[in-house]
Nanobody
Framework: QVRLVESGGGLVQPGGSLRLSCAAS????????MSWYRQAPGKERQLVAG???????NYADSMKGRFTISRDNAKNTVYLQMNSLRPEDTAVYYC?????????WGQGTQVTVSS
């Protein structure tokens, strides 16, 4: 059974930091490209950052320099370190695993940036 379980979300003040985790099971984690997406109320889901199975990373422009994606293949876990958070970063953050046409999603974790 495939599972992607996100954790680490919560309420944080502007300028603060959070570290999201996504624990994977039920598939060969190291063979999959792992990404973080987010979806704010009333908006489409957007890519935040990705980490391919071959070791490349990419970021949405507005996250460059503030967010860092990493993965630990031994722990089947992908992380998203988020610094200098802004109110506009408020969204549900989702973990995605992709290999060719096979895509898995987690249930999401809420991140709220507010004073």
């Amino acid at each position: 059974q495939v599972r992607l379980v996100e954790s680490g979300g919560g309420l944080v003040q502007p300028g603060g930091s959070l570290r999201l985790s996504c624990a994977a099971s039920g598939f060969t984690f190291s063979s999959y490209d792992m990404s973080w997406y987010r979806q704010a109320p009333g908006k489409e889901r957007q890519l935040v950052a990705g980490f391919t199975s071959t070791g490349s990373t990419n970021y949405a422009d507005s996250m460059k320099g503030r967010f860092t994606i990493s993965r630990d293949n031994a722990k089947n876990t992908v992380y998203l370190q988020m610094n200098s958070l802004r109110p506009e970063d408020t969204a549900v953050y989702y973990c995605n695993a992709l290999r060719y046409l096979t895509s898995y999603w987690g249930q999401g974790t809420q991140v709220t940036v507010s004073s």
